[in-house]
């Protein structure tokens, strides 16, 4: 059984709309030149999650995350009209975590005071690179100074608590290079970062006509390196790409790598609800125009799908894997229902290949399992015992 009373609620937001579909990019995001239909927008949001609602037993939202496409392209007062709605339909914890993408090239001077008026209190900038050259082959439209500037807005409006994304392997990348932009990020000093590798996902610009990226033993080369100066500067890995001062992990996104419950509202949203004895995953209408449509027509703005038990260990595991701390047998078993036995063959599998280890009930990837995290996961993909 489903441990439903302990399990975190969080509400993820998808704005869809960029001003540029940046050429690795395979987020649901849509180019948008004209006024953007901010107001019809909102409603939409609220009507979704009305739909939802009934789904979360009651619980109170633990934490919001505002994702894109490009959230810092919708204005603070539609921000604050949104959360007010929310707010007004269900109960929020009192110390919730509210967190909002921002484009450093698309903010306006003084965005950032109205969002936190508006109950905004964590950034997660998109700098991805402090290479102009670097960012101009990632379609970005930004330059390294607009994420200084930024930095700078964000402390001025009272934000004490934001991320900056950084990506490495880019395009002729050295490792010289990727360490300048670790040290770029160490004088702005945000208390997270999030350093991850750039891949070509199928359906983007890259996929097609792929960059000239660092071979495997350059870019592990530059992770490790990368990550020993992350280390001197503070930050502690607590997930594979997520690097945070003490204190300042993001809540949002633990709960997702420890498989507890999250509605997702908006064009292309994903959500995960559990009941006792089931697990729902919600999807919503991808394109804008077609959500905005169906929410004018009171249409349903998107589909379930139950998870059969038989699915739950590859997906907790898919989530849990990318922790350091890994999970405990409580947890496995509060979040997927299902008894710890039933993952039995794998576990011993993963454990005799030196993917995993196990100290005091808490099970772990090893510096090998997070190294080749695919390859571990894997490994559950097979039928549990049920």
């Given at each position: 059984m489903i441990d439903v009373a302990r399990m975190p609620l969080a509400l993820y937001i998808h704005?869809?709309?960029?001003?540029?579909k940046c050429p690795y990019c395979d987020f649901n995001s849509h180019v948008h030149k004209d006024v953007l239909p901010?107001?019809?927008?909102?409603?939409?949001?609220?009507?979704?999650?009305d739909a939802d609602l009934p789904l979360a037993g009651g619980r109170q939202i633990d934490t919001v995350f505002f994702g894109g496409g490009t959230p810092s392209l919708f204005a603070p007062e539609s921000i604050d009209a949104l959360l007010r709605g929310l707010r007004q339909r269900a109960g929020f914890a009192s110390d919730v975590e509210i967190t909002l993408e921002a484009n450093p090239g698309?903010?306006?001077?003084?965005?950032?005071?109205?969002?936190?008026?508006?109950g905004v209190n964590r950034i997660s900038l998109g700098a991805q690179t402090f290479d102009a050259a670097k960012l101009m082959a990632l379609g970005r439209i930004h330059g390294p100074e607009?994420?200084?500037?930024?930095?700078?807005?964000?402390?001025?409006?009272?934000?004490?608590?934001?991320?900056?994304?950084?990506?490495?392997?880019?395009?002729?990348?050295?490792?010289?290079e990727a360490l300048f932009d670790v040290s770029c990020v160490a004088q702005i000093a945000p208390p997270h970062v999030s350093h991850y590798q750039l891949t070509l996902e199928p359906g983007t610009v890259f996929y097609t006509r792929p960059p000239v990226l660092p071979d495997d033993e350059l870019a592990e080369e530059i992770q490790v390196k990368a990550h020993a100066r992350l280390v001197a500067h503070g930050y502690r890995q607590y997930e594979i790409s997520a690097w945070a001062r003490p204190g300042f992990e993001c809540r949002h996104n633990l709960n997702y790598w420890r498989f507890g419950d999250y509605l997702g509202i908006g064009a292309g949203a994903h959500g995960k609800l559990s009941q006792e004895h089931r697990l729902v995953r919600t999807v919503k209408s991808k394109q804008?125009?077609?959500?905005?449509?169906?929410?004018?027509?009171?249409?349903?703005?998107?589909?379930?799908?139950?998870?059969p038990p038989a699915a739950r260990t590859f997906e907790f595991m898919l989530n849990a894997l990318r922790?350091?701390?890994?999970?405990?047998?409580?947890?496995?078993?509060?979040?997927?229902?299902?008894?710890?036995?039933?993952?039995?063959e794998p576990l011993k599998l993963a454990l005799e290949r030196g993917l995993m280890a196990v100290e005091a009930e808490?099970?772990?990837?090893?510096?090998?399992?997070?190294?080749?995290?695919?390859?571990l996961q894997i490994i559950f993909l097979t039928e549990p015992v049920l």
């Amino acid at each position: 059984m489903i441990d439903v009373a302990r399990m975190p609620l969080a509400l993820y937001i998808h704005l869809p709309w960029c001003v540029r579909k940046c050429p690795y990019c395979d987020f649901n995001s849509h180019v948008h030149k004209d006024v953007l239909p901010e107001a019809e927008y909102v409603k939409a949001l609220l009507l979704d999650f009305d739909a939802d609602l009934p789904l979360a037993g009651g619980r109170q939202i633990d934490t919001v995350f505002f994702g894109g496409g490009t959230p810092s392209l919708f204005a603070p007062e539609s921000i604050d009209a949104l959360l007010r709605g929310l707010r007004q339909r269900a109960g929020f914890a009192s110390d919730v975590e509210i967190t909002l993408e921002a484009n450093p090239g698309a903010i306006e001077h003084g965005r950032f005071s109205g969002y936190y008026a508006a109950g905004v209190n964590r950034i997660s900038l998109g700098a991805q690179t402090f290479d102009a050259a670097k960012l101009m082959a990632l379609g970005r439209i930004h330059g390294p100074e607009d994420t200084y500037r930024a930095a700078g807005e964000l402390s001025a409006a009272g934000f004490s608590n934001f991320n900056v994304d950084l990506m490495y392997a880019l395009p002729h990348q050295t490792v010289a290079e990727a360490l300048f932009d670790v040290s770029c990020v160490a004088q702005i000093a945000p208390p997270h970062v999030s350093h991850y590798q750039l891949t070509l996902e199928p359906g983007t610009v890259f996929y097609t006509r792929p960059p000239v990226l660092p071979d495997d033993e350059l870019a592990e080369e530059i992770q490790v390196k990368a990550h020993a100066r992350l280390v001197a500067h503070g930050y502690r890995q607590y997930e594979i790409s997520a690097w945070a001062r003490p204190g300042f992990e993001c809540r949002h996104n633990l709960n997702y790598w420890r498989f507890g419950d999250y509605l997702g509202i908006g064009a292309g949203a994903h959500g995960k609800l559990s009941q006792e004895h089931r697990l729902v995953r919600t999807v919503k209408s991808k394109q804008p125009r077609e959500y905005l449509r169906l929410a004018e027509s009171g249409g349903a703005l998107g589909a379930q799908a139950e998870v059969p038990p038989a699915a739950r260990t590859f997906e907790f595991m898919l989530n849990a894997l990318r922790l350091p701390e890994g999970f405990t047998r409580d947890l496995f078993e509060a979040r997927t229902g299902l008894a710890l036995g039933t993952a039995d063959e794998p576990l011993k599998l993963a454990l005799e290949r030196g993917l995993m280890a196990v100290e005091a009930e808490r099970f772990f990837p090893t510096a090998l399992g997070l190294r080749f995290l695919n390859d571990l996961q894997i490994i559950f993909l097979t039928e549990p015992v049920l």
